[in-house]
């Protein structure tokens, strides 16, 4: 009989490989359909386009970067920018190894967490935070924008759905941000006693703790949400530079700024290898909603940017294989693929 860790290892090769199948599965019915035009796309390939198109992937990037950097900083981590880019780098090159667009966090959680073994948790939840707060402006970004576009969204009984659901999102996330900042509520002792009561229920009042002492730096969270914000720009401002050169300059750009953040939220479900193929069919129906007609302007502006991510992403891969080299003490097979976080 196989051993359980085998099981589980072989459980986990099977589960991915179904994940790229169906990731392939959907690029194919795209491309088959004339839903995902690559011809199209050669309009791309000109020096200018290129650079432009890089530049913006880069802002979003290192924006992104100096976030995260603030994140650690306030938990009294600190690493050189470099070393942020870095690992942030390599978190992009995983999230096309690990299915979804959220792999490479786990990533990243390791690694980190190796570099700080006495503050372990507190380094790990700088890399959820950080995607809390990725996720928190691309919300925010997207109900602003919904609200000053209001009648484009009481024309369509699927953005109405779409803008009252992310709307909770928001009120979620409110009340999180209540819980944690507010030490009367996060320090209360029946707030604890309850948790407490929960299955792991101690671990849950850590949890809480640990993420409660972003309070007491509350001035570079405000500046995290600042430069998310900001990153979030440069991505909205990547597609609608796209489209553009794709020849669709009759979508506004206050489309841009709420399809897009709507379309990389479902991108980030762990259905697929960054999101490839799951990206492709959110964005071609998301356009083709608000524009009220086909066009591949959705699929042609994510399959574009997913590849300029993918090269980013082997800039990724190079700097794993040198960490590997430098630190082969941080870097087994079976830490990578199984990271396992202690407190």
């Known amino acids: 009989m196989l051993a359980p860790q085998m099981k589980q290892r072989l459980k986990s090769t099977f589960s991915s490989l179904?994940?790229?199948?169906?990731?392939?599965?959907?690029?194919y019915w795209l491309v088959t359909t004339?839903?995902?035009?690559?011809?199209?796309?050669?309009?791309?390939?000109?020096?200018?386009t290129l650079a432009v198109c890089v530049l913006l992937m880069a802002g979003n990037f290192l924006?992104?970067?100096?976030?995260?950097?603030?994140?650690?900083?306030?938990?009294?981590i600190f690493l050189s920018r470099f070393e942020v880019w870095r690992?942030?780098?390599?978190?992009?090159?995983?999230?096309?190894?690990?299915?979804?667009?959220v792999g490479g966090d786990v990533i990243k959680g390791y690694y980190i967490a190796q570099a700080n073994p006495t503050h372990r948790l507190a380094s790990v939840l700088t890399v959820a935070m950080d995607r809390l707060i990725g996720l928190f402006t691309m919300v925010f970004m997207a109900v602003a924008v919904m609200i000053w576009d209001w009648e484009l969204v009481t024309?369509?009984?699927?953005?109405?759905?779409?803008f009252y659901f992310l709307l909770m999102i928001t009120a979620g996330f409110s009340f999180f941000w209540l819980i944690i900042f507010s030490r009367r509520i996060s320090g209360h002792s029946w707030l604890e006693k309850n948790l407490e009561k929960l299955p792991k229920g101690h671990h849950l009042v850590h949890l809480l703790q640990t993420f409660s002492s972003y309070a007491k730096r509350k001035d570079l969270f405000f500046k995290s949400l600042a430069l998310s914000?900001?990153?979030?720009?440069f991505s909205v401002a990547l597609f609608a530079y796209l489209g553009h050169i794709l020849g669709f300059s009759e979508i506004s750009i206050r489309t841009y700024f709420f399809v897009v953040p709507i379309g990389f939220m479902v991108t980030a479900v762990p259905v697929s290898p960054a999101g490839v193929g799951v990206g492709q069919a959110a964005f071609y129906y998301l356009f083709n909603l608000v524009t009220g007609h086909e066009s591949s302007v959705g699929t042609s502006t994510i399959t574009a940017t997913q590849i300029l991510q993918f090269a980013f992403g082997l800039i990724g891969a190079w700097c794993y294989i040198t960490l590997k080299k430098k630190?082969?003490?941080?870097?087994?097979?079976?830490?990578?693929?199984?990271p396992t976080v202690q407190k």
Not at 18 to 27: D, G, Q, V
Not at 34 to 48: E, I, N, P, V
Not at 229 to 233: G, K, N, P, S, T
């Open 18 to 27: 179904l994940k790229f199948l169906f990731s392939a599965l959907i690029i």
């Open 34 to 48: 004339g839903k995902l035009d690559f011809s199209a796309m050669q309009q791309l390939l000109s020096f200018q």
């Open 63 to 76: 924006f992104g970067n100096e976030r995260w950097s603030l994140l650690l900083k306030s938990q009294n």
């Open 87 to 101: 690992l942030t780098l390599i978190g992009v090159f995983f999230n096309f190894v690990v299915p979804g667009g």
């Open 155 to 162: 024309q369509h009984n699927e953005l109405q759905f779409i």
């Open 229 to 233: 914000l900001v990153a979030q720009i």
């Open 327 to 338: 630190n082969p003490e941080m870097m087994t097979a079976r830490a990578v693929q199984e």
